[in-house]
């Protein structure tokens, strides 16, 4: 869950979310985002990523997805414009001149818009990816568009683009557990208020940024925890939960969100949600 497992909404006028950017940030690479990982190798399996591809990753947070094309020798750019503390969590992994190894060929990140990796040097595109899923809150979807539109231009005719989004309610037992956000949210609910995912947010977003669908797939990306106390800290890294602690405080949405999670909380201690993601491909006319 995006620039996140959700995408981040601004806060309303006013409202300063009392957490530590650079503790969630951590969080999410560490916890949260790799929960994801089925989703990743299920698109690049399926379009052959591997060298001689150039991947553009949009919202590439801490660069998980990233390293994962990377290791089977695709040049990676990745932009974000919003999350200053995980594209510095993805420059540890992806550039690490600072720790004396060597940087991977042909990366690239960008603290910007898709127009702030372009140069008259860099080659056209062969791939884009927005793998931060949305179809769960309304008006998550919001800005996507745009930046598909920013970004299509800076890859080949007929490149593929691929994007994530959260698969019907029923199959996801985490909607349950997102629902706290909301509810805690309360009165600011309205943008990013919890909603059922619906079977063609995808293709909506998709036809809206002028591109052609062309195949789809599902899967399965279980949530797995070590304990209770991960649970807790992977899913506040989303940011999601970010307007229920304005609206009431820390304590509070611990204590609810940990209730929520506890039907799905195991004899060994673990935290499991079983979940299914869909994603589309389209391609630049």
Same mark, same amino acid.
């Given at each position: 869950?995006?620039p996140?497992?959700?995408?981040?909404?601004?806060?309303?006028?006013?409202?300063?979310?009392?957490?530590?950017?650079?503790?969630?940030?951590?969080?999410?690479?560490?916890?949260?985002?790799?929960?994801?990982?089925?989703?990743?190798?299920?698109?690049?399996?399926?379009?052959?990523?591997g060298?001689?591809?150039r991947?553009?990753?949009?919202?590439?947070?801490?660069?998980? #997805?990233?390293?994962?094309? !990377?290791? &089977?020798g =695709?040049? @990676?750019?990745?932009?974000?414009?919003?999350? /200053? +503390? %995980?594209? $510095?969590?993805?420059?540890?992994?992806?550039?690490?001149?600072?720790?004396?190894?060597?940087?991977?060929?042909?990366?690239?990140?960008?603290?910007?818009?898709p127009?702030?990796?372009?140069?008259?040097?860099?080659?056209?595109?062969?791939?884009?990816t927005?793998?931060e899923?949305?179809?769960?809150?309304?008006?998550?979807?919001?800005?996507?568009?745009?930046?598909l539109? #920013?970004?299509?231009?800076? !890859?080949? &005719?007929? =490149?593929? @683009?691929?994007?994530?989004g959260?698969?019907? /309610? +029923? %199959?996801? $037992?985490?909607?349950?557990?997102?629902?706290?956000?909301?509810?805690?949210?309360?009165?600011?609910?309205?943008?990013?208020?919890?909603?059922?995912a619906?079977?063609?947010?995808?293709?909506?977003?998709?036809?809206?940024?002028?591109?052609?669908?062309?195949?789809?797939?599902?899967?399965?990306?279980?949530?797995?925890?070590?304990?209770?106390?991960?649970?807790?800290?992977?899913?506040?890294?989303?940011?999601?939960?970010?307007? =229920?602690?304005?609206?009431?405080?820390?304590?509070?949405?611990?204590?609810?969100?940990a209730?929520?999670?506890h039907?799905?909380?195991?004899?060994?201690?673990?935290?499991?949600?079983?979940?299914?993601?869909?994603?589309?491909i389209?391609?630049?006319?």
């Amino acid at each position: 869950m995006t620039p996140t497992l959700v995408r981040q909404h601004p806060a309303h006028a006013g409202e300063t979310p009392r957490v530590d950017p650079g503790a969630r940030a951590r969080d999410w690479s560490e916890i949260q985002e790799r929960m994801l990982v089925p989703l990743y190798e299920a698109v690049y399996e399926r379009l052959d990523v591997g060298h001689g591809t150039r991947l553009l990753g949009l919202g590439c947070g801490s660069g998980l #997805a990233l390293l994962m094309a !990377a290791s &089977r020798g =695709a040049a @990676v750019t990745g932009v974000d414009a919003s999350r /200053p +503390e %995980r594209l $510095a969590l993805a420059r540890e992994r992806l550039l690490p001149e600072a720790w004396g190894t060597r940087a991977r060929g042909g990366t690239r990140l960008v603290d910007g818009t898709p127009q702030d990796a372009a140069d008259a040097e860099t080659p056209a595109y062969t791939l884009v990816t927005a793998f931060e899923p949305i179809g769960c809150l309304a008006g998550d979807s919001e800005g996507l568009g745009e930046l598909l539109q #920013a970004a299509t231009p800076l !890859a080949e &005719r007929g =490149a593929p @683009v691929v994007l994530a989004g959260w698969g019907p /309610p +029923e %199959r996801c $037992a985490t909607s349950s557990v997102l629902r706290v956000a909301t509810k805690l949210a309360d009165p600011l609910r309205s943008t990013g208020s919890w909603r059922p995912a619906l079977r063609d947010d995808l293709e909506e977003v998709a036809q809206r940024a002028g591109l052609k669908p062309d195949g789809s797939g599902r899967v399965a990306c279980p949530f797995g925890y070590a304990d209770l106390d991960s649970a807790v800290r992977g899913l506040l890294s989303t940011g999601l939960f970010d307007a =229920a602690i304005s609206a009431t405080d820390q304590a509070q949405v611990d204590k609810e969100l940990a209730e929520a999670l506890h039907p799905h909380l195991r004899r060994d201690s673990t935290v499991w949600m079983p979940n299914v993601f869909r994603y589309l491909i389209a391609r630049v006319p």
